[in-house]
């Protein structure tokens, strides 16, 4: 079949699939094309994937209504998409890193670290001390990386300026790019392997917290749009 579409003055229906970054973005626009009663519209949310980088919620404005299907040609999109500080700390979840590359990777992330400050906690890790019962001891500083070791035998830690070591995090990290921050635990882990100190840090449940996260957004959508989000894909 051909269409006579193309050769008409306008078209017959609308065509159109905007995607938008910013919740306010998506709830303008769906308030300005969907019906006033709301008919015809229907906002779907996609579960979320802790493994997938992004998230889609999807307003059809020209939805089936009972015995009256329509083509579905008209959705707008908001594209939730995880932020590079989430994606930094999931993806050095649970790994053991050197004490110069734990560090290194600590140098880019201690805006997230409000428990210790962590700037604080980039100074703790670049002078810690890793003590033995055998007189084991390692000190490496991140700027010349030069290491001393003795030995020991129990393993003690501490940092030059005998400051308590910390043992669990708290960070404040956006589940979304231009989301509010939520709050992450973390707990903070060390071993000596081969006369050579190690650190690993471990989240505490993240995806309950993106789940939460994830939540919000979707609450303060059917709010804004009066609503029923439906969770699934179109």
Sequence with gaps: TISLEPYLPQPTRIKARPEFGAVQGFVDYVRLF????????????EPLEPGVPETRVIGLLDYHCPGK???????????????????????SNGKWMGQLSFAEWLQGQTDDVVEPVGIELLEMVQFLMVNTDVDFLSSQMLSTGQVQISHC?????????SATWPTRL??????????????FAAHLRFRVREKRLELRFDLHRPNKVMASAYRGVLDALGLALGNNIILGKP
């Design 69 to 91: 299907p329509t083509w579905c040609d008209h959705r707008a999109t908001l594209l939730l998409e995880r932020s590079d500080s989430l994606t930094a700390w999931l993806g």
């Design 34 to 45: 969907s019906a006033v009663d709301r008919q015809g519209c229907m906002i779907f949310a």
């Design 153 to 161: 035998e129990r393993v003690n830690v501490s940092s030059q300026d």
């Design 170 to 183: 708290k960070l404040s990290i956006p589940v979304f790019e231009n989301h509010a921050p939520q709050e």
